[in-house]
């Protein structure tokens, strides 16, 4: 057994290692016995700090001062960058009117900031970056199911489609073999109609020999040709067989119908909580939302708006050309449609190029440097409403028609004139959107949510960036007590808010990023508002439809 301790585990004296201890010097951190005491501070009682044991470690150690070595620095001088003095620098020139500090407060006020942070560290900061650690190894741990299950619901895809595919072609094997059926039917009347003039012919070369032979007057003189009836034989019936005629695959295409892949989302706590906080904005609404301008555009039905920036837009109406107008309603530039239709809609790309959109044509163009471009061309659909994401992607709402009353509506995404993504039925195979070729104005938001304005269902409807439905919103009973929520232009500003225009109440619905109305505007004289866009400062301006005017309003702080 160590005999510097017992089974109670007593504390024993650091010299002779058998008496239990009774001091503690302070200053060589050595336990001592009453005896020991007296050779411990042998070598000079100045250098030692004797102390009962039970008060061990109560004794500061202060530095000895540079200046006069044979003293403690037990002070600070403040206006000497905290520097450690002792009594007699104090009393010096060189520190002569400054202010000086006490090391024991000093060093009590650390000793409290450095419990405080032992405890913060020891009870929240080391345990969440455990439970930080904890969630990182779990998702490591369960990544190779999650890839594995995402391989299975892409083989399941690709199980479906051979099932579609053989469906499809035994569907047309079908059809072949009923139109074989008709082939041999029609064959097979025209065989039978043949046979029975041959019968006929038949018949008539006998009766006719029976004549040459027989001498009787009466038969021969009664006897009526046949030969021009029989010299015509019907015509020459020509099936030929059906064709089959492949489309080309277009494997670019294929794989867009397939599905797509979302990219990695790396979106941080902080981003996320950023994002599902809808009140905690920076700017918050005025009481009162101010008329800062009054623009006249020209158009007698103006549609369109996008901002350039705060003192300059691009406006269209029902007529060919599209107008860039300063704050003060000059006319700046002018672009005509190519097809001399009004356009659909008109957008700024984030390289400042102007969009538009042609419903005639099926396309979107693209003007550049005065030079107008064929951007993206459909085939069966036709382009109506666009925006341009954070991102740089191009959405554009379209419709096609599927029956004389019925259309099919869909929002693609655009990445340059590649299709990236479509967005159309929700997870129960129903259209998103109403089934009609209404005009569906659409913005993103800034958590990538897809905002589009559906005018035939009377409602906004909100779909994530994967195109799985969030909420609906279709007016709030204080705005439509008199007139249903009729809602046209789509934006949202900076603070994830969304704006939509009310045409028949004559005002603009504010909403934040989860649906929940927060308040209107219509104190600025608001007449028929149509399209809605807002500038890098979060000004709005709103297109007046009858008027052919756009008003910009500031409704932040």
């Known amino acids: 057994m160590d005999p510097r301790s017992s089974a109670q ?102 000793k409290d900031d450095i419990k405080k942070d032992t405890k913060e560290l020891e009870n929240h900061i080391s345990p969440t970056y455990e439970e930080i650690a904890f969630d990182l190894e779990n998702q490591l741990a369960s990544i190779d199911g999650g890839y594995e299950k995402l391989e299975i619901t892409m083989s399941k895809q690709g199980e479906q489609w051979h099932r579609e595919i053989d469906f499809i072609v035994n569907k047309m094997k079908t059809e072949i073999s009923e139109i074989k059926v008709k082939h041999k039917e029609l064959l097979q009347k025209h065989l039978n109609e043949i046979k029975q003039i041959q019968c006929l012919i038949k018949e008539t070369l006998h009766a006719l020999r029976k004549i040459e032979e027989s001498t009787e007057v009466s038969s021969t003189i009664e006897y009526s040709s046949k030969i021009r009836e029989l010299s015509k034989p019907p015509p020459n019936v020509n099936i030929t067989l059906p064709t089959f005629i492949p489309k080309p695959i277009d494997c670019d295409k294929l794989y867009t119908l397939f599905g797509h892949i979302t990219p990695l989302s790396t979106a941080t706590e902080e981003q996320i909580l950023l994002q599902n906080q809808p009140h905690t904005s920076d700017r918050e609404l005025l009481d009162e939302p101010e008329l800062v301008a009054t623009i006249q555009t020209g158009y007698e ?50 390289d400042g190029n102007l969009l538009y959109s042609d419903s005639t044509t099926r396309t979107v163009n693209k003007v550049k440097s005065g030079q107008t471009e064929e951007l993206i061309r459909l085939q069966g659909w036709k382009p109506f409403n666009l925006c341009v994401t954070s991102t740089g992607d191009l959405l554009v709402t379209m419709y096609s028609h599927y029956s004389e009353d019925k259309t099919q509506s869909k929002v693609v995404r655009y990445s340059g004139s590649t299709e990236k993504q479509t967005i159309q039925f929700d997870n129960e195979g129903k259209p998103l959107y109403s089934e009609n070729g209404s005009i569906k104005f659409i913005s993103d938001n800034r958590n990538h949510d897809i905002c589009v304005a559906d005018c035939e269902a009377g409602a906004v409807v909100v779909v994530n960036q994967d195109g799985k439905l969030r909420w609906r919103y279709s007016g709030h009973p204080f705005v439509t007590k008199n007139k249903p929520f009729s809602l046209w232009g789509i934006t949202t500003d900076s603070q994830g808010r969304i704006l939509t225009a009310d045409d028949d109440n004559h005002c603009i619905h504010i909403l934040d990023q989860n649906g929940q109305f927060l308040r209107y505007i219509d104190n600025c004289d608001l007449k028929d508002p149509y399209g809605l866009c807002v500038d890098n400062n979060d000004n709005l301006f709103v297109c007046e439809y009858s008027k052919g005017n756009v008003k910009k309003i500031k409704y932040l702080k």
Not at 58 to 82: A, G, V, Y
Not at 306 to 319: A, H, L, P, Q
């Open 9 to 110: 585990d007593v504390h024993r004296c650091d010299l002779c290692e058998t008496a239990i201890v009774h001091s503690y010097c302070d200053f060589c951190h050595v336990n001592l016995c009453k005896p020991c005491v007296v050779d411990h501070i042998s070598d000079g009682y100045d250098k030692h700090k004797i102390v009962p044991f039970q008060k061990r470690r109560s004794t500061l150690i202060h530095s000895k001062c540079e200046t006069h070595p044979h003293r403690n620095c037990e002070f600070q001088c403040e206006d000497c960058n905290n520097m450690f003095v002792c009594s007699s620098c104090m009393a010096s020139k060189q520190h002569k009117g400054h202010n000086f500090l006490e090391v024991t407060e000093v060093y009590k006020a650390k």
């Open 301 to 350: 039905k103006l549609r369109s708006v996008t901002c350039i920036n705060e003192e300059r837009i691009w406006t269209s109406g029902m007529t060919k050309d599209i107008k860039c107008l300063n704050i003060k309603g000059s006319t700046l530039h002018t672009i005509l449609a190519k097809s001399g239709v009004w356009p659909s809609d008109i957008a700024v790309d984030n």
